[in-house]
């Protein structure tokens, strides 16, 4: 994937969360035909779509749901089950998607992919990956600012691939953040310095997405497989 630096970060170096837990509730999506555990104060951007340019449009296959400040986001997205010619592997796949929901704006640093197991989904492969990028200035939330903080976005992403109905879901949880410090220096930080010591300030947020990746882990399930049936 050109423009696209694959670090060696983990998610599981995240793991250890110091901040006072989350609470979430079991979420409907897609109809009922699909439940997850976010954050109670999450909203589906359905519901407030008007009053905001940023998001536009929301297709059937996916769903929405955004932090009060329209800033953290959380999107599930029914995906096509990637077995093209020149994809072989899961991670490979895991790689096709990741091209899809990141856009490199200016460079996107992706921390190694790790193989999890989804409570109610036991013989489906998953997989994470964490993944920095640096959105374009004037975006919501990224206005150009008068200090010297330099804004990113932190991606926790899930991949849980359904072959039996030729479906990948992919989950995309998605926190921005300032980093404070020279711009030279940190074009040239790794994954480990992006989560590490240049995002320290941030560290709640950075929590935060993981703690968000790991309900959805611990609770996605799939209530009626009728979802994944082509009506044509």
Not at 32 to 61: E, H, M, Q
Not at 211 to 228: K, N, R, T
């Amino acid at each position: 994937m050109s423009g696209i630096e694959i670090g060696s970060l983990s998610l599981k170096d995240k793991s250890k969360s110091k901040t006072k837990p989350m609470e979430f509730t079991e979420t409907s999506l897609f109809g009922g035909k699909i439940t997850a555990r976010i954050p109670t104060n999450f909203i589906d951007i359905r519901l407030i779509l008007p009053l905001f340019s940023k998001w536009r449009y929301v297709p059937d296959n996916q769903e929405v749901r955004v932090s009060h400040d329209q800033l953290d986001n959380i999107i599930f997205d029914l995906g096509q089950f990637v077995a093209e010619k020149g994809v072989r592997t899961d991670h490979e796949a895991f790689a096709f998607h990741i091209e899809d929901l990141l856009h490199p704006d200016d460079r996107i640093c992706i921390g190694s992919f790790d193989r999890v197991t989804v409570s109610t989904l036991p013989h489906a492969p998953a997989y994470t990956a964490v993944a920095m990028t640096k959105p374009k200035a004037g975006e919501k939330g990224f206005e150009k600012g008068t200090g010297p903080n330099v804004n990113f976005v932190a991606t926790w992403m899930l991949m849980v691939r359904l072959r039996e109905v030729r479906t990948d879901i992919l989950l995309s949880v998605n926190v921005p953040y300032e980093i404070l410090g020279r711009e030279e220096d940190i074009a040239k930080a790794g994954m480990e310095e992006l989560l590490g010591p240049f995002a320290e300030p941030k560290a709640e947020k950075m929590e935060a997405g993981y703690e968000m990746l790991e309900a959805v882990i611990q609770s996605l399930d799939v209530v009626d497989w009728d979802l994944f049936v082509d009506d044509d």
